[in-house]
């Protein structure tokens, strides 16, 4: 009893690392030959935060991250930035993103595994209202956030 019991233990064993070996050696086409599921390359983050409305200008905070995961440096291309607001892309996205602090010699070229974080105050009355809610990402040449949504209320400012 013991035995059969050890070899369904091996058999269950050898059939899911089977299948595991199976599934992360798959390539496709479509992945140029890299393995299903892997995807280098940049990749990018956005978080919003409303602050108080006692503050001098009421503004949604948005925090910006974008990470290097692929093997070789990429340039960001940091002139093709847009904040997309409910699918509209903002014309002044190139004056959000040019305009406050910046890593020595700007946003160029991340090396692989490095990252960038900053934030920009977007004042409600500018590009919040009405109230309601707001669907926002960050796209540029190489990279598209995820879409997430922001929403003002009255109390908001």
Same mark, same amino acid.
């Given at each position: 009893?013991?035995?059969?019991?050890?070899?369904?233990?091996?058999?269950?064993?050898? /059939?899911? *690392?089977?299948?595991? @070996? +199976?599934?992360?050696?798959?390539? =496709?086409?479509?992945?140029?030959?890299? &393995?299903?599921?892997?995807?280098?390359? /940049?990749? *990018?983050?956005?978080? @919003? +935060?409303?602050?108080?409305?006692? =503050?001098?200008?009421?503004?949604?905070? &948005?925090?910006?991250?974008?990470?290097?995961?692929?093997?070789?440096?990429?340039d960001v291309?940091?002139?093709?930035?847009?904040?997309?607001?409910?699918?509209?892309?903002?014309?002044?996205?190139?004056?959000?993103?040019?305009?406050?602090?910046?890593?020595?010699?700007?946003?160029?070229?991340?090396?692989?595994?490095?990252?960038?974080?900053?934030?920009?105050?977007?004042?409600?009355?500018e590009y919040?209202?009405?109230?309601?809610?707001?669907?926002?990402?960050?796209?540029?040449?190489?990279?598209?956030?995820?879409?997430?949504?922001?929403?003002?209320?009255?109390?908001?400012?």
């Amino acid at each position: 009893m013991l035995r059969r019991s050890a070899v369904r233990i091996v058999c269950t064993l050898l /059939l899911a *690392a089977t299948a595991l @070996a +199976q599934n992360t050696t798959q390539k =496709t086409s479509s992945t140029g030959g890299r &393995l299903a599921g892997k995807c280098p390359g /940049l990749h *990018a983050g956005i978080r @919003a +935060q409303v602050s108080p409305p006692y =503050t001098e200008t009421p503004s949604v905070l &948005l925090t910006f991250v974008l990470l290097n995961d692929s093997d070789t440096p990429l340039d960001v291309e940091a002139g093709s930035w847009r904040i997309i607001i409910n699918g509209g892309e903002l014309k002044d996205s190139g004056w959000i993103f040019g305009n406050g602090p910046a890593p020595e010699g700007g946003y160029e070229v991340l090396k692989p595994g490095e990252s960038y974080s900053f934030g920009k105050a977007m004042p409600i009355a500018e590009y919040f209202l009405p109230n309601g809610q707001y669907e926002v990402s960050w796209k540029g040449s190489a990279f598209q956030s995820p879409t997430i949504t922001v929403t003002i209320t009255p109390a908001s400012h």
